[in-house]
């Protein structure tokens, strides 16, 4: 499952979360540090990781 990062737009906490596609689309996320519902996602740079040699 992909690994979204996030930031609470009123403490300014960053956090992650891992999310099925489901859970993605749902929105039904809060900062861990002050509940807040008012949450920013971040683009970040991803890598693909397989279990194929090559």
Do not use: D, H, N, V
């Amino acid at each position: 499952m992909p690994t979204y990062s996030f930031q609470c737009k009123k403490c300014g906490k960053r956090f992650q979360e891992i999310l099925s596609f489901r859970e993605f689309e749902e929105g039904k996320r809060k900062c861990p540090k002050c509940g807040s519902g008012s949450i920013a996602q971040l683009l970040e740079s991803f890598y693909a990781k397989t279990s194929k040699k090559s």
